[in-house]
């Protein structure tokens, strides 16, 4: 099994839909991150989490919302999802000293029509 | 705040040959460096990454990195690059001040020509 599962691994939806993207990992990292990938733009940070009740915003918050419901469990939310949110989308996770780096889940790949 | 800038987006180079992927930083205080590789329709896997000490760091698949704080930079080479090396490739960095937290680069693409 990977260390960081992110599921569904592909998901069109229509606009205005709520849609869920979950993350769930073994690594028994504390921190946890979600990214969105853009061509040409890198990652953006959306939201990360360093425990079950420490969740922030990162850069590109709006829209989106997430939920820790475990340690190993952190889940992205599009409570209306519009067109502009089509991207490939990436969970992480780290340790508190980042001495590895971060493990990053396959990615989910979402398009909005 | 902290910034990072990959002067490439683009690189095509022919097996064997080597390279150089570029990438600068800015930051106020003391940096962990790292890069990514992202395979097609893939997660981004660590590839190497500078915490302290030796200014050479050596990662998977015979790539290496030189830490230079002078110059900002933490440029990523391979003297002899394979097919199976195209791939993205993303610079990231982290400082004490970001709460950890890692900003990417744009990304440059490494394509290898047989």
């Known amino acids: 099994d990977a260390d960081v599962t992110q599921t569904p691994r592909n998901r069109i939806t229509k606009t205005g839909k709520r849609i869920m993207l979950e993350c769930s990992q073994t690594?028994?990292?504390?921190?946890m991150y979600w990214y969105r990938q853009d061509p040409g733009l890198g990652l953006r940070l959306i939201y990360y989490?360093?425990?079950?009740?420490?969740?922030n915003k990162g850069e590109i918050s709006d829209g989106y919302s997430v939920s820790r419901q475990a340690q190993a469990k952190f889940s992205l939310s599009l409570e209306s999802a519009i067109p502009n949110q089509t991207a490939l989308y990436f969970c992480?996770?780290?340790?508190?000293?980042?001495?590895?780096?971060?493990?990053f889940g396959s990615g989910t790949r979402l398009t909005v029509v | 705040a902290q910034s990072v800038t990959q002067l490439d987006s683009q690189v095509p180079v022919f097996e064997e040959a080597p390279v150089e992927l570029r990438c600068n930083y800015s930051?106020?205080?003391?940096?962990?460096l790292f890069w990514y590789v992202q395979y097609p329709n893939q997660g981004l896997q660590l590839l190497l990454k500078?915490?302290?000490?030796?200014?050479l760091v050596k990662g998977i698949n015979g790539f290496e990195a030189e830490f230079n704080k002078s110059q900002t930079s933490f440029h990523l080479r391979k003297p002899s690059v394979h097919i199976s090396d195209t791939a993205e490739y993303f610079c990231?960095?982290?400082?004490?001040?970001?709460?950890?937290?890692?900003?990417f680069g744009d990304g440059t693409t490494l394509t290898v020509k047989p």
């Open positions: 992480a996770t780290s340790d508190f000293m980042h001495s590895g780096g971060y493990t």
């Open positions: 690594k028994g990292h504390d921190r």
């Open positions: 989490s360093f425990d079950v009740k420490d969740i």
């Open positions: 930051s106020s205080v003391s940096v962990y």
């Open positions: 500078y915490l302290s000490g030796s200014t």
């Open positions: 990231a960095v982290t400082d004490d001040t970001n709460a950890g937290k890692s900003t």
